[in-house]
């Protein structure tokens, strides 16, 4: 039931083209751009330079054949979708493709009855509606959101070859967040200085809680309620969520309806039971909040081939919780020697970075691996040194080096278990 | 959850939180403008947070920075007098989560036996008749009786309330929240009382004839109890 699982029921290389492509006779497809339902685009029936198109419209849409789609897990009813990293190029998600992960399904929450209640060690227990929210000086930022289980399918020795970068790594996305600096409403109701914890609820149906320390609630939390430009999605916690910059998903809060300062945690089920880390000494780490740095290749991977030798782009994300990435490098020999890789502008603390690099593909077997090092001096370790560093029963946290296969044929697949 | 006072007692609250009180918009500095705000400092550093009521131990967070990192425009009021003031009838029916030591639990009081018919007709069509079935959690399991092999083996088998599970507590604040799926929150204080009575006894923490209440249930020792320690990631060269 965790955001552990990858989705079964993968669709083979076959039959995404069929249904995403229509073209299955063509056999390979090359970057993402080409990868569009052909017949889709064929439909127009006249020049469209010869007739005047369509007028303007009050909600846009993509185009005919653009179906980029969220992954849903595989249980009944899932608690999880994963953004199609595949599909996507830049840093932004689209908020209509920001993964979920929801512990009581998606609530739904009228705006006019909305209430943040918060009370504990205040001088002035309060009740914001959302217009109170709205009318406090507001900050937006980019910042990457990453549950702490994603990714930890990459931790077994054989995850199928015919994986996405959706499959692996799609519950990873990126918005501008907008909203109220938590430090400003704490600072409105009046904080006891003895006060160390606050405890974040949500108002779904699983009344999902956090404890979360209070030293990030005054660094740089947000309580937002915008998500790229518009209101925050009923998906990402509408009308108002806490987001916490770098850190683990399940502790940016969705539905916010109450923040009880206190000054010790509550010990939740989902920061006891689950979202803790076993090591192998038989402890279990508790409390692990930031997301250490990260990468992947989001092209050349599965389901996509590279259709002829020659100059090809590597593009991929990187990302750090724990503030700006500073380098990534690539490698197509499975590890044995590395190129640094162009990062593009623009690159934020806490945010998704695009890395981009050039690479002639002669022909032969490759394998593509990316390497992300963050400020603070920490390099995304391979395989062995992460599980070596925590144990084998390991699961949250899997930020290892990610690898893709490209065979002689072009085709690419999802290397983990081949070089392990 | 409610409090009669706020015992701070014993509470090292170190100089990072000091100034939480009352963060002044005179402050203001521009973090845009400055370089990564962790350049230069040393890895590790950060503000150290009180877990264990008894200071038994603490967290370190060496990626959280003394704040606001949003400062306040210049010419901020001291208070913007948003809000609604939240009496004690406003604020009770939603403070009702439940601590470690037993603060915020009901009156009320339930045994195994009775636990027993609540679990046969509200939890076992998803977590089994005997709690070990599934197709949901399994919640019932001592195995393996000695250490913690959780990190170490990866086969090492369902993480139960009674081979994982640190606080007894955190039974009764989990069930009033989500608990049954279906109608979440919807047991009384008596039937969540008595089926943890039963989850308890089935993973033989408990007698199968204990009241469980307020009282008892705080004073649980659950086997997995001092297995949790604080995160020691602290970014910089060390993979851990």
């Given at each position: ?8 029921g ?24 080409d990868?569009?339902?052909l ?20 909600l ?7 179906r ?20 996507l190029?830049g ?13 009581g399904?998606?609530?739904e ?8 209640l ?5 001088d ?25 289980g ?65 030293a ?54 989902e ?11 038989g ?5 692990s ?17 590279l ?11 990187a ?5 700006r ?15 640094d890789?162009?990062?593009?502008d ?27 090092t ?6 995304q ?16 946290h ?23 | ?7 701070a ?42 877990v264990?009521?008894?200071g038994?131990?603490?967290l ?19 208070r913007?007098?948003?809000g ?77 309330v ?34 943890i ?19 008892t ?24």
């Open positions: 039931m965790d955001s552990a699982d990858p989705p079964r993968r669709l083979s290389r076959r039959a995404w083209l069929t249904t995403t492509s229509g073209v299955v006779a063509a056999g390979l497809v090359g970057t993402r751009f990868a569009v339902d017949s889709a685009r064929q439909v127009p029936a006249q020049d469209p330079r010869s007739i005047p198109g369509r007028p303007p419209s009050e846009g849409s993509r185009a005919p054949g653009e980029p789609r969220r992954l849903p897990g595989p249980q009944v009813p899932s608690s999880s979708s994963r953004s199609p990293l595949h599909e190029d840093i932004i998600t689209p908020a209509d493709l920001h993964f979920e992960r929801h512990h399904g998606v609530p929450i009228r705006p006019d009855g909305y209430e943040l918060v009370h504990g060690m205040v002035r227990p309060t009740v914001f509606t959302l217009s109170d929210l709205r009318r406090f000086p507001a900050v937006s930022r980019l910042a990457f959101l990453e549950c702490s994603n990714g930890n399918g990459t931790l077994r020795r054989d995850p199928s070859p015919e994986s996405t970068p959706q499959e692996i790594d799609g519950l990873l996305s990126t918005s501008e967040w907008l909203g109220v600096p938590l430090s400003t409403l704490l600072r409105e109701v009046g904080v006891r200085p003895t006060a160390s914890w606050l405890l974040a609820e949500g108002g779904d149906a699983a009344l999902l809680a956090r404890s979360i320390p209070l990030k609630g005054m660094d740089d939390a947000l309580v937002a309620y915008g998500q790229n430009g518009e209101a925050t999605r009923p998906e990402q916690g509408y009308p108002a969520r806490l987001f916490l910059p770098g850190w683990e998903g399940n502790t940016n809060v969705k539905w916010l309806r109450r923040i009880e300062v206190s000054d010790r945690p509550t010990m939740t089920r920061e006891t039971s689950r979202y803790t880390d076993p090591l192998a000494d402890t279990a780490r508790q409390f909040f930031a997301m250490d740095a990260k990468s992947i290749i989001t092209f050349p991977s599965f389901p996509y081939a259709p002829d030798r020659g100059w090809w782009e590597v593009r991929g994300l990302w750090s919780g724990r503030g990435i500073t380098r990534v490098e690539v490698s197509a020999d499975g590890g044995r020697s590395w190129a890789a162009r990062l593009q623009p690159v934020l603390p806490k945010c998704t970075t695009r890395f981009r690099h050039l690479w002639r593909w002669n022909g032969s077997q490759a394998f593509l691996m990316s390497r992300a963050d400020e603070t001096g920490y390099v370790p391979m395989w062995d040194m992460l599980v070596g560093a925590r144990g084998a029963g390991t699961s949250y899997a930020n290892h080096v990610r690898t893709w296969k490209v065979a002689r044929t072009g085709e690419v697949t999802f290397a983990q278990g081949e070089l392990a | 959850m409610r409090r009669a006072g706020l015992a007692a014993g509470l090292a609250v170190l100089a990072a939180l000091a100034a939480c009180g009352a963060p002044d918009g005179s402050q203001e500095r521009d973090r845009a403008e400055e370089p990564a705000r962790t350049e230069g400092a040393t890895p590790g550093a950060g503000a150290t947070v009180p264990e009521a008894d038994s131990w603490s370190r967070l060496a990626d959280v920075s003394e704040g606001p990192a949003w400062p306040l425009p210049a010419g901020s009021p001291e913007f007098g948003l609604t003031a939240a009496g004690a009838g406003r604020i009770a029916p939603w403070d009702r989560d439940v601590r470690p030591d037993g603060t915020g639990l009901p009156p009320g009081s339930g045994r195994a036996a009775d636990g027993e018919r609540v679990w046969i007709a509200k939890c076992s069509a998803c977590h089994g008749p005997t709690g070990t079935e599934g197709p949901n959690d399994r919640l019932v399991g001592r195995e393996p009786r000695e250490g913690f092999p959780f990190g170490a083996e990866p086969r090492a088998g369902p993480r139960t009674g081979n994982y599970w640190p606080y007894a507590t955190t039974l009764f604040d989990y069930i009033t929240r989500a608990m049954p799926q279906n109608v979440p929150g919807s047991l009384t204080a008596d039937e969540t009382y008595a089926v009575a039963w989850i308890l006894a089935r993973n033989e923490i408990v007698a199968d004839d204990v009241v469980m209440d307020a009282s249930l705080a004073a649980v020792r659950m086997p997995a109890a001092g297995r949790f320690v604080p995160d020691d990631r602290r970014g910089g060269p060390e993979v851990r």
